[in-house]
């Protein structure tokens, strides 16, 4: 393995920092770091929950954060890169001031700089000198990211909870939100849409309260008497598709 | 619950293409979907965004960078299988249970 980068200004983001203690699912030594084509040194791969981190054996090194790691893949075609590797994509811009001035072989680097305006990419492999051991990164990897998942991804989750059910529900549990009215004050508001509209509504959560009274909707004589206080209204039987426009857009 | 992942996780063992963010594309065998919609697969071949083509054995995209997955044709009876399934979550918990907002053919 050739040893050319790894110290001074040729890498500039490398650093000297401690191997994680804590939370290392595997640990691969004796592993070559290749950034965009040029090697970074020998040292060891740290496959951690909290980040990656590889470690030259001269003691620096650098670390990726898993929400910043776009893909990672086994790669063993040879056709594609000479030695089987792990091969990682990774969100984020790399300073390799040598390369700026060095022509690269395909002119990929200066493709990519152009990019990166809008989505910078740095490709890092890992060629570990075992590699039967290539299996066993890969899933660790898979399993420390998937500790780290994507925060854009929750407010997607919020979207479809557009399902009606769900957020009236969560919204009456919290019963702070100004829109809504207490029984005794709400109650003369009420158009006879949002008084069967309100009844539906507690008719749900009586069944979430107690699966006994869980009739397609429709609740029972008991159930109003269990459930309601002093309110007396009439029971109205849902209607099937009454409400399907009624929802707003959350 | 995100049902649209739910869609992708009836496509293990299909032989998928994933168009990415970056405009790249993977095409190979889904092995796993998670709820975050992060995506595994093997026997890949990986075309990067200037198209570029590899193969990859194994594959693992985070959910973020997946913009489209190609639903293969054969999965098409899945689909509706994974929607009533969708349904059945969505009126918590039964098919029969809780209210029906509308009129229900028996599948």
């Given at each position: 393995?050739?040893?050319?980068?790894?110290?001074?200004?040729?890498?500039?983001?490398?650093?000297?920092?401690?191997?994680?203690?804590?939370?290392?699912?595997?640990?691969?030594?004796?592993?070559?770091?290749?950034?965009?084509?040029?090697?970074?040194?020998?040292?060891?791969?740290?496959?951690?929950?909290?980040?990656?981190?590889?470690?030259?054996?001269?003691?620096?090194?650098?670390?990726?954060?898993?929400?910043?790691?776009?893909?990672?893949?086994?790669?063993?075609?040879?056709?594609?890169?000479?030695?089987?590797?792990?091969?990682?994509?990774v969100n984020a811009k790399f300073e390799e001031e040598?390369?700026?001035?060095?022509?690269?072989?395909?002119?990929?680097?200066?493709?990519?700089?152009?990019?990166?305006?809008?989505?910078?990419?740095?490709?890092?492999?890992?060629?570990?000198?075992?590699?039967?051991?290539?299996?066993?990164?890969?899933?660790?990897?898979?399993?420390?990211?998937?500790?780290?998942?994507?925060?854009?991804?929750?407010?997607?989750?919020?979207?479809?909870?557009?399902?009606?059910?769900?957020?009236?529900?969560?919204?009456?549990?919290?019963?702070?939100?100004?829109t809504f009215y207490t029984y005794e004050e709400g109650?003369?508001?009420?158009?006879?849409?949002?008084?069967?509209?309100?009844?539906?509504?507690?008719?749900?959560?009586?069944?979430?309260?107690?699966?006994?009274?869980?009739?397609?909707?429709?609740?029972?004589?008991?159930?109003?008497?269990?459930?309601?206080?002093?309110?007396?209204?009439?029971?109205?039987?849902?209607?099937?598709?009454?409400?399907?426009?009624?929802?707003?857009?959350? | 619950?995100?049902?649209?992942?739910?869609?992708?996780?009836?496509?293990?063992?299909?032989?998928?293409?994933?168009?990415?963010?970056?405009?790249?594309?993977?095409?190979?065998?889904?092995?796993?979907?998670?709820?975050f919609m992060n995506m595994r697969l093997a026997e890949?071949?990986?075309?990067?965004?200037?198209?570029?083509?590899?193969?990859?054995?194994?594959?693992?995209?985070?959910?973020?960078?997946?913009?489209?997955?190609?639903?293969?044709?054969?999965?098409?009876?899945?689909?509706?299988?994974?929607?009533?399934?969708?349904?059945?979550?969505?009126?918590?918990?039964?098919?029969?249970?809780?209210?029906?907002?509308?009129?229900?053919?028996?599948?």
């Amino acid at each position: 393995m050739v040893e050319e980068g790894g110290g001074g200004g040729a890498m500039s983001f490398l650093k000297r920092f401690p191997p994680p203690a804590e939370g290392v699912r595997h640990q691969q030594p004796d592993t070559e770091a290749v950034l965009a084509g040029r090697t970074l040194g020998a040292g060891t791969l740290y496959i951690a929950e909290s980040r990656l981190s590889w470690l030259e054996n001269s003691g620096v090194g650098f670390s990726l954060d898993y929400p910043t790691i776009s893909l990672h893949a086994v790669s063993r075609d040879l056709n594609a890169y000479p030695w089987e590797h792990l091969y990682v994509m990774v969100n984020a811009k790399f300073e390799e001031e040598e390369t700026k001035e060095a022509p690269m072989a395909e002119g990929e680097e200066e493709e990519e700089d152009s990019d990166d305006d809008v989505e910078p990419i740095a490709e890092f492999r890992f060629v570990p000198s075992d590699k039967s051991a290539l299996e066993a990164m890969f899933s660790a990897m898979c399993e420390c990211q998937a500790l780290h998942p994507d925060p854009d991804d929750e407010d997607s989750d919020n979207d479809y909870e557009g399902e009606e059910y769900d957020v009236e529900a969560h919204e009456l549990e919290q019963g702070d939100i100004p829109t809504f009215y207490t029984y005794e004050e709400g109650l003369s508001h009420l158009t006879a849409e949002g008084q069967a509209t309100l009844e539906r509504l507690e008719g749900m959560l009586a069944q979430s309260v107690s699966s006994q009274y869980n009739m397609a909707g429709v609740r029972t004589e008991d159930s109003i008497r269990e459930f309601e206080d002093g309110m007396e209204v009439d029971i109205a039987p849902v209607v099937a598709g009454q409400f399907e426009d009624a929802e707003v857009d959350h | 619950e995100n049902s649209l992942v739910i869609l992708l996780q009836g496509l293990h063992g299909h032989v998928t293409t994933v168009d990415l963010r970056d405009e790249s594309t993977a095409t190979g065998r889904v092995t796993n979907v998670d709820a975050f919609m992060n995506m595994r697969l093997a026997e890949v071949t990986f075309t990067d965004r200037q198209g570029t083509a590899s193969h990859l054995d194994e594959l693992f995209v985070t959910g973020r960078n997946v913009r489209y997955v190609h639903i293969p044709d054969e999965v098409d009876i899945r689909v509706e299988r994974q929607l009533q399934a969708i349904h059945r979550v969505r009126y918590f918990g039964g098919r029969d249970k809780g209210r029906k907002e509308f009129p229900r053919t028996k599948h």
